[in-house]
């Protein structure tokens, strides 16, 4: 799948570290260990790669015990590294949204009406006439494209998970529920053959956005 995380910032740095920063922004803080093992390298070429992000202030650690001996040491994203991943509308956004009155006015709630049926009118040719396995892959890949480093997992018992690893519109979701309501409502109406339930939120606090995709009974 191509990644939406193909344009720069984050495309100018070494394909090493890239491949580090992406492991830690999908999986969460991660050990030398969790990410060699990820990655297919070893912990040593990790290390060296983990300190040239640390001098550019793109992670940062801390000890977790693991037993006796040294802890290990959990790496996490900082700020800065956070920026390079898609953003797509920004502190812009969602000033010019509070010009239009802020969360609660007719105007904002139509403009999100508006982008979620421009959103629609963009997927529906590529979703037509496939099966709904077909369709929940092509989705992922249209999310993907649009910046939410998005992949899918088959459920055991059927269905299919959607996780969605960045928010590409995370300054305009903290201040406005209907960019989170209208990303899930986009999501049902894509796929009308399925039920869908989000059943993690970045904005609660977990590290992603998921949701689970069953076929109509």
Known sequence: MTSGLDAAPL??????RRAILVSIKRSGASTTAELAARLGITAAAVRQQLHRLGEDGLVRHH?????????????????????????RYGDLTAELLGYLGGPGSDEVHALFERRGRRRLDGASPRLAELPLAEQVAEL???LDEDGYLADVEVLEGGGWRITEHNCAILTVAQGYAQACSSELDFIRRA???????????????????????????
């Open 11 to 16: 495309a100018n740095l070494p394909t090493t």
């Open 63 to 87: 000890p977790e015990p693991d037993g006796p001996g040294r802890p290990a040491h959990r790496y996490g994203l900082t700020s800065a590294a956070e920026a390079l991943f898609p953003k």
């Open 191 to 217: 796929l009308p053959g399925a039920t869908v339930e989000r059943v993690a939120h970045l904005m609660d606090g977990q590290h992603v956005c998921a949701y689970e995709v069953r076929p109509l009974s």
């Open 140 to 142: 992922t890949r249209i």
